[in-house]
């Protein structure tokens, strides 16, 4: 069911009815509306999409491709209605994100490496899609240790917060002779652990965000011009 009429339309059903499975619910400035989420990987895939600049925008279960012939449909039933009559078994599948960057569209497919493992077939959609003259990225559980889906919950509060120039500034001249404690950056600069993560989230500051949780002994230091942190997904 969709929950946000806003929310950009999906090209198949999110959530079955009467299918006891969770779902996530996910609202970012990249994307449109509430979003309803299939699983824990696609939920810590948005939202690291959320926070990589590279991304300008990103939506759910954007379409469905036949992948025998490589025909576009805006939903999976527009697809079988196509079919319908022929004596024809379309082969379906409807990516997990549509992602536009600076500087080109993608697709991608998050899946649990188990499931990989058990149907591993998947691993060569890419190919099929570069045949059609598409792109599909295929990433699986081990791009999220729990330390780095931790942190990315945190940051995604603070996705699209302006950090002022003046609080820059601030954070510039405390860590003006190399990193420091979080903690000690908040202390030092006199600002909310709110706006240090916000500009950690930004890419002001910069921090290890994988391997730990973000915590008062983790060390911050200002941001490359690379904001490499923040651009953990394999584009």
Known sequence: MKIDKRAAPTARRIHKRGLMKRAYFLSTTKSVGMMQLESRNEADTARALALDPRVVSFRPQPMTIEMNSGRVFP????????FRGTGYKP???TPDFEVQLTTKSVFMETRASRLISKHPQILEYPAFFRSFGLELIVIDDSQFPESYRHNLAILNFSVGTRVEPEITAR?????ADGPL???RVVRDAGL???????????????????SAEI???TMVWPATTESGHLKRLPF
């Open 215 to 217: 915590a008062p002994t």
């Open 91 to 93: 082969k379906v599948y």
């Open 171 to 175: 954070l510039t001249a405390v860590l």
């Open 181 to 183: 404690a979080f903690e």
């Open 192 to 210: 909310t652990q709110t706006v240090v993560l916000a500009a950690i989230a930004s890419g002001v500051l910069e921090a290890d965000i994988v």
């Open 75 to 82: 939903t999976k039933e527009a697809l079988f209605e196509a």
